[in-house]
């Protein structure tokens, strides 16, 4: 933690170095969500409950499965599937949303800003989920079956980090000289 200190002493505010505590905050994230990730399913993998008919097309059974699969009940992936990589993505990502706030870019958080901020990891959770879906499916079948999930979880991961740096720094905890 000294050495944190002493680089924020020392760097400021300067975007390198708050792209480094991004990248530092991003790592802790990834690590919750990736535990997550891999802990959800012993929770979810029993939900045999059907998607809903608007999330079907996104959650295409013969696109996520090269076959039979105890995520599939009546044409339709479940909820057990989806909600791991769901709920793996929120939790970690609110998390993610305050540590930046706090520690990395120091700023302060609007209403009008978490609600941005909701909007665009809703899409983005959505998207990975699907994403995270496709990637451990095709894994699965493979000899990597058993980092399917890890790998999944890694990709979105990274796919956020490229969209939420922006975001937070100049949209969501952009400081007021900064805006001029």
């Known amino acids: 933690m000294k050495i944190l200190n002493g680089a924020d002493a020392r760097f400021g505010n300067s975007a390198l170095w708050q792209f480094v505590k991004f990248n530092l905050v991003s790592g ?65 990502n609110i998390f993610g949303y305050y540590m930046n706030m706090k520690t990395t870019f120091r700023g302060r958080g609007t209403r009008t800003g978490l609600t941005v901020y909701c909007a665009v990891m809703t899409a983005l959770i959505l ?13 699965a079948v493979t000899p990597y079956a058993p980092f399917a999930r890890t790998a999944a979880a890694m990709a979105a991961g990274l796919l956020q980090a490229a969209v939420l740096f922006p975001l937070e720094k100049f949209v969501l905890f952009r400081k007021k000289e900064d805006k001029e």
């Open 28 to 92: 802790v994230v990834t690590i919750l969500q990736l535990g997550l990730a891999n802990l959800l399913p012993l929770i979810f993998d029993g939900v045999t409950v059907a998607l809903p008919p608007f999330l079907r097309g996104v959650f295409d059974p013969d696109t996520l499965f090269d076959g039979p699969s105890r995520y599939i009940t009546d044409g339709a992936v479940t909820w057990g599937y989806v909600l791991p990589f769901f709920l793996s993505n929120f939790i970690a």
């Open 127 to 139: 998207f990975s989920t699907w994403l995270q879906g496709r990637i451990a499916a095709k894994l």
